[in-house]
Each structure stands twice: as structure tokens, then as C-alpha cells.
């Protein structure tokens, strides 16, 4: 399977390749003793990141912001947070980053806005009808008094996905309702967009990661919006679906290519977009953004035969866009894979099924072997990093960080709590986005020993003696998994992280090339306490660099070749133990 060269010494195609490590800024480093992270709180972590060995730092959002979906309801597209910053501080992280050869992408929020943002605002104190409203999407609604909502569709965080305004019309909101949709039909919102990425890139931005990619270009004008939802687990392969996925947002990409090759080396861009797979490579154009994610392979649960398939499914998409395939395992939008990999592996209605209800229930409603989760993230690691392409890592997985499933109802932040306390239908994604642990002896003070959460205290997120408390609270076990702790410790999973990144460097190939070498091994036997299949997922690359991943009870022999890294150790006679992956020089 060869799919193209990559010249590695390129700088316009280092983002081809290259170990993307996600900032979620509000959680990393809090700098200042406000509870929150900021982004001199990154700036000071350069070093850590330099030392992991990652190429670059992709930041969520840090705009100004109300937080009704954790900065994702963007007031001031080209701006910094006073909570997180100045553009000043924005400057000197870019600069910091580059004189330690680490790259910066921005997240950007195209499909919506906050209801705070300056046009949303003039939008509401316009007429309907006005050049002011059209920069949004406005409808009357149905009945004789308009007072029912254009369609019924719900919210992807739950509640109605329309919201009415005084004068009786009626806004869409795919997400919550201070995020308003964006009407990308509208001229002027297509050029604001172009001086914002104009902007980033001259304050030292090298790249965007696209948030709901997919979601830009819709239809309203058609009799059949009813039938169809604003939360879909599978979209259609055609480009149909009124929302999502629509062949009009390649348009909008195709512009954001020419402003991306005005710069030397040319921005590239990764979307956000969960859509079929049959279509994910439309956005990974060389004519448009550059990548995708390939979601498949975060949606699968630690099983032989999926994951080979999302693999598969990457490497096609990539070939068929003329780009590279991606890997990521965890984000700020799902639970921990490190968790999930500890919890039954049992085939389920849709992604993450039995995780997010174990969330639902303070995970309690099934046991997470915590210790066979590590390990299983462990082989995971070395199986994701040997694969063609460029792998994204999420702030806290080097670290092994298991979700933090029992955060109290009323301290979560994330909307999806809200809207679901009624229905009881998600917990949120909370337990991702705790603050990072960095001093396990800064650990809060229990007001009793039996308290999971304590104050007074962050594992060194906060300055010492800082006046308030992680934006969420840390549990307790959290000192198990501190950096200090972890960098002392040889075997911890922090320093696999940077064993395998550094070998990664200089194990890379320039080119696509793997060769399965797991045809003539059978998956079809399900063994293992819970069921999962058996088998291995082996491959190599073009120079003999080769990635063995055992997922069955019995151990497996091992091609001829020198040992250079595995996850954990092999039995006595050299073969490879259940739920563990080696790295081998064939």
C-alpha cells in the first residue's frame, strides 16, 4: 500500500507527519492563580512540551468568551481572553514555541459564534429582513402567532435548536443558544472569516484546526427539514443532509486555501469533521484544507478487528485526498481513552455507548480496571505512532490520565450537563478537561479523609498560595499521576511518551508505504475475560520498521528482528503478551 512521498525536509509539509500535542488552555498551566489556565501558563511550559518531543501545540480556544461551551462561543474572533491573557502573551508563546522548533495551530470556530459577538448583538437590534440579521439565521416560526420554532429539531446538547428573539423571530442554534449559527451564505461573514485567518497567521499561527468543519453550508429553503436531525450518528454519502456535510463547504475552503498559500510556508488546516467516511477525504484536499480527522479510529473500542479497520479506512481516505491520514485516540470531547480502555469491550449502537453511560452513573454502573486500561494505552501508543501520517495527543494522555468520572453535578461546567440533568441522558465531557497535575504534593486539603475532592490546593496547576481553586476539582488519585511523580519513574507512561516520540524522529520514513503483515493471522476466535477478539494488528514500514500489537489471551510469536521499544515486557521465551505492542527493526 504506498501512497505518496512526504519530503520530510519540506518545511511548506511538516504538518504531514508531525505529533500534534492539544492544549486545552484552561486546564493546562494557570499562571496567574485565578483557577483557570492561561496562555503564559503554556509559555511556561514550553520546555515540558520540547522535552515530550512533540512537533507542535494545537490550542482550543482562548477568545473572549462567556464559556457556555468552554470557549467555543467566541465573542472576539481576534482576541485573547483578559482571564487567559493578553495578545501579548499570545506573541510570546508563538515566539517561545518557534525557538523551540515546536509549530502553533489556532482552533477556529466558523459555524457559529457567540450571542455576545458584536454582529449577533447588532443582529437582535436590527429589523427582519435587515443586512444585519442576514449575517445569521433568522426564520418566522410556524403557527398563526409564529410561536412555534421553524422545525423541531433539538440541540446537540440538548433543549431546542431555536431560539426566539422579541420581535417573534426565531434563531438557529445547532449547539447552545448563546452559539448562533453563522449564515455562510452571507458575504460578509465569508470575508470577516478571511481577516481572521489573515490574523492569526501574521501574529505567527502556522495552521487551524476547524471546528464542526463539516457544518458551514446549509439548506433551510426545502419542505423535508423535519425528517432530518441536528444530532446524527450517521450522515448520508451523498452531501443530502441539510446541515452537514454539504459539497457548498468545499467552496469555503477553497478560499481559505488561497489566503493559506499566500504565506511561505504555506498554513495548512485539520477539520473537525464527523461525517461519512466515504467523504472525509473531500476536506483533506490539497485544494482545501490539507486534513481530516479520522474520527473512526477514535471511535473504536480496544477490539482487533475495528480497530484494523479504522486504520484501513484512514490510510484509503488519505490516498484518495493526496494527503496524510491522522491518528488521535482522546480529545476534549470525549472520555479518556485510557478509561475507556478499562471498561468492557462490548459492541454497542453507537461510539462511546457504554463509557458515556458509565459517566451518566459517577462511574458506577461498570468497573474500570484501571490497570488493564493503562496498559492497553500503552500498547495503543506505540500501535498509533508507527502508522503513516501525523498523530494528535491530548493534554494529559502522556501522563495516562484516566477521566475523572464522579465530579460533582454542581461543579460541572459543560452545557451538556445542563441540558441533560432533566433528561438524564449525558454527564458531559468534564472529566476530560480537569486541570492537569504537575506537583503531587500541592494536592488539596481533604476536609475528610473519605472526600474525593478537595481545596486549598492544585498539584502545582495554580501558583502556590493561589486565591482560587482549579476551575474543576482534582480528585485526590490525581498525585498518582503527576509529572513529578511520572518523571522520576522510568518505566512511568510519561516517559514511554517521550521514548516513543524521540525514536519516532528518527524512525519515520519519508513515505506511506506499510505492509500488512497480519493477513495470515486469524481474528475470529474470541477469547479474553471480556470477549473481545483475538488476533494482532502487525505492520511495517518501508524501512523495516515494524509495529506488533497482541489483542488476544494467548501470546504471540514475533517476526524475526530486533527489539527497539515495547509497551510492556515479553514473556521468557520472547513472545508478545495480550494487550501489549513492540516495536521491532526487521
Not at 449 to 455: A, I, V
Amino acid at each position: 500500500m504506498v501512497q505518496q512521498e512526504i519530503d520530510t525536509t519540506d518545511p511548506a509539509l511538516w504538518w504531514k507527519q508531525a505529533v500534534v500535542y492539544q492544549v486545552y488552555p484552561r486546564s493546562f498551566k494557570d499562571s496567574r492563580g485565578s483557577g483557570l489556565g492561561s496562555i503564559a501558563g503554556v509559555t511556561e511550559k514550553i520546555d515540558y512540551l520540547a522535552e515530550l518531543g512533540v512537533d507542535a501545540i494545537w490550542l482550543s480556544p482562548f477568545y473572549p468568551s462567556q464559556l457556555a461551551d468552554g470557549g467555543y462561543d467566541v465573542d472576539d474572533y481576534r482576541n485573547v481572553d483578559p482571564k487567559l491573557g493578553t495578545m501579548d502573551d499570545f506573541d510570546e508563546l508563538a515566539k517561545a514555541a518557534h525557538e523551540h522548533g515546536i509549530k502553533v495551530v489556532v482552533d477556529i470556530v466558523p459555524n457559529h459564534s457567540s450571542n455576545l459577538h458584536e454582529w449577533f448583538k447588532a443582529a437582535l437590534a436590527a429589523a427582519p429582513g435587515s443586512p444585519e440579521r442576514d449575517r445569521y439565521i433568522f426564520r418566522d416560526g410556524k403557527g398563526p402567532n409564529s410561536d412555534q420554532p421553524p422545525t423541531d429539531w433539538i440541540a446537540s446538547f440538548g433543549g431546542p435548536a431555536w431560539t426566539r428573539v422579541p420581535d417573534g423571530q426565531w434563531y438557529l442554534h445547532m449547539f447552545t443558544k448563546e452559539q448562533p449559527d453563522w449564515n455562510w451564505k452571507n458575504p460578509e461573514v465569508r470575508a470577516d472569516f478571511i481577516k481572521t485567518l489573515r490574523f492569526w497567521l501574521d501574529h505567527g499561527a502556522d495552521g487551524f484546526r476547524v471546528d464542526v468543519a463539516h457544518g458551514l453550508a446549509k439548506d433551510l429553503d426545502r419542505d423535508d427539514l423535519e425528517s432530518y436531525k441536528v444530532c446524527e450518528h450517521v450522515l448520508p454519502s451523498d452531501g443530502s443532509h441539510p446541515l452537514y456535510d454539504r459539497d457548498e463547504v468545499h467552496d469555503i475552503y477553497r478560499e481559505w486555501r488561497k489566503v493559506f498559500n499566500e504565506y511561505n510556508p504555506p498554513a495548512f488546516a485539520v477539520a473537525e469533521a464527523w461525517v461519512n467516511p466515504d467523504r472525509q477525504h473531500l476536506y483533506a484536499s490539497t485544494e482545501e484544507l490539507g486534513q481530516v480527522f479520522n474520527f473512526e479510529f477514535a471511535k473504536k473500542d480496544w477490539i482487533r478487528d475495528d480497530m484494523h479497520l479504522a486504520i484501513e479506512e484512514g490510510l484509503e481516505s488519505a490516498e484518495r485526498s493526496g494527503s496524510s491520514a491522522t491518528w488521535v485516540m482522546s480529545n476534549h470531547d470525549v472520555p479518556r481513552h485510557a478509561s475507556r480502555y478499562g471498561l468492557p469491550q462490548v459492541p454497542a449502537s453507537s461510539h462511546h455507548q457504554l463509557a458515556k453511560d458509565w459517566l451518566l452513573r459517577d462511574g458506577t454502573t461498570y468497573e474500570e480496571n484501571r490497570e488493564l486500561g493503562a496498559k492497553r494505552a500503552r500498547a495503543a501508543i506505540l500501535m498509533e505512532l508507527a502508522l503513516p501520517g501525523s498523530t494528535y495527543i491530548y493534554q494529559g494522555e502522556e501522563l495516562g490520565l484516566p477521566e475523572v468520572a464522579d465530579i460533582p453535578w454542581d461543579e460541572l461546567e459543560d452545557p451538556t450537563a445542563f441540558n441533560s440533568v432533566r433528561e438524564q441522558i449525558e454527564k458531559g465531557r468534564d472529566g476530560c478537561r480537569v486541570p492537569l497535575p504537575w506537583v503531587a504534593a500541592d494536592a488539596p486539603k481533604l476536609d475528610d479523609p473519605d472526600d474525593e475532592f478537595g481545596h486549598d490546593g492544585s498539584f502545582g496547576f495554580s501558583p502556590a498560595g493561589a486565591e482560587h481553586d482549579p476551575h474543576l476539582p482534582q480528585p485526590k488519585w490525581y498525585k498518582d499521576f503527576a509529572v513529578d511523580v511520572e518523571d522520576a519513574d522510568p518505566n512511568s507512561m510519561l516517559n514511554l511518551y517521550r521514548k516513543a516520540l524521540s525514536l519516532r524522529h528518527n524512525l519515520m520514513p519519508q513515505d506511506t508505504e506499510l505492509q500488512w503483515l497480519d493477513e495470515d493471522r486469524p481474528s475470529d476466535v474470541r477469547d479474553g475475560a471480556d470477549g473481545q477478539r483475538g488476533g494482532v494488528i502487525a505492520y511495517s514500514r518501508s524501512n523495516g520498521w515494524a509495529s506488533v500489537t497482541n489483542f488476544g489471551e494467548r501470546p504471540a510469536e514475533l517476526p524475526q528482528g530486533d527489539v527497539i521499544l515495547a509497551s510492556g515486557e515479553l514473556t521468557e521465551d520472547g513472545r508478545l503478551p495480550q494487550d501489549t505492542t513492540v516495536w521491532l527493526q526487521l
